[in-house]
């Protein structure tokens, strides 16, 4: 049972305009969420996060959104540029479980291309 | 900035030999985690480990075993290979610090062919 979904597995997106990715989880005890992005053959790479007592974390062109009563996250890229064309993972981890190193639950990502 | 990394990068084995993954986490990260990937999934959590001890189990197969040595770096296990078991293993770490939040940050992986 995928407790974290990202339904659509590509978005394309003109350059210049925002891109808007939407990640669903079904695990109300998740309390902490991040956005990866991944290039093939490489890592992925750490994109902002957001807490679960918060609702919007912005760090520069990256903003994304909690909606708890609604389980839904979304990240919001402003203004989208050629390389962040990549596949882009939502995570979430219930560290309230018990203090240790818990494992992150991730989606099976979009991939976003960035048309100029 | 240093980041994780990982060794090999590639690796061929196979059926029902062993093989031994590393990751040498970020300097001052106490906390390591490790990741299999299988073609066109999301990266599955098998184990963490902090300060040495085993701390968070997913879904790790009994043939494989892991462990967290002194100075920090981590070694994956895994025994009796299987065509099943060809993927991307990615570690990643972590700071363990006054903050709960914990951001894990990624090592580029090894991609391992069972043949």
């Known amino acids: 049972d995928q407790q974290v979904k990202q339904n659509s597995p590509s978005l394309s997106v003109q350059e210049g305009r925002i891109s808007i990715l939407n990640c669903d989880y079904t695990n109300s005890m998740f309390d902490y969420f991040l956005w990866y992005k991944k290039y093939p053959a490489e890592g992925p790479t750490f994109l902002i996060s957001i807490s679960s007592i918060k609702d919007k974390n912005e760090d520069g062109r990256f903003t994304v959104f909690l909606n708890k009563s609604a389980k839904h996250l979304s990240l919001h890229i402003v203004p989208s540029q050629p390389g962040d064309s990549a596949v882009y993972f939502c995570?979430?981890?219930?560290?309230?479980?018990?203090?240790?190193?818990?494992?992150?639950?991730f989606g099976k990502g979009t991939h976003l291309i960035i048309q100029p | 900035a240093a980041g994780v990394i990982q060794s090999p990068r590639h690796l061929i084995k196979e059926k029902r030999e062993t093989a031994t993954l590393k990751c040498y986490p970020i300097p001052r990260h106490d906390t390591v985690y490790w990741y299999q990937q299988g073609p066109g999934q999301d990266p599955q959590f098998l184990i963490s480990f902090y300060e040495k001890m085993q701390s968070d189990k997913g879904s790790i197969p009994d043939r494989f075993s892991a462990q967290q040595f002194s100075d920090y770096h981590s070694e994956l296990n895994m025994s009796s290979l299987e065509l099943g078991d060809s993927a991307l293993y990615f570690c990643?770490?972590?700071?363990?610090?006054?903050?709960?939040?914990?951001?894990?940050?990624f090592g580029p992986g090894t991609r391992l062919l069972v043949l």
């Open positions: 990643a770490s972590s700071p363990r610090g006054a903050l709960w939040q914990e951001t894990q940050y």
């Open positions: 995570a979430a981890s219930d560290l309230g479980s018990g203090g240790g190193a818990d494992g992150l639950t």
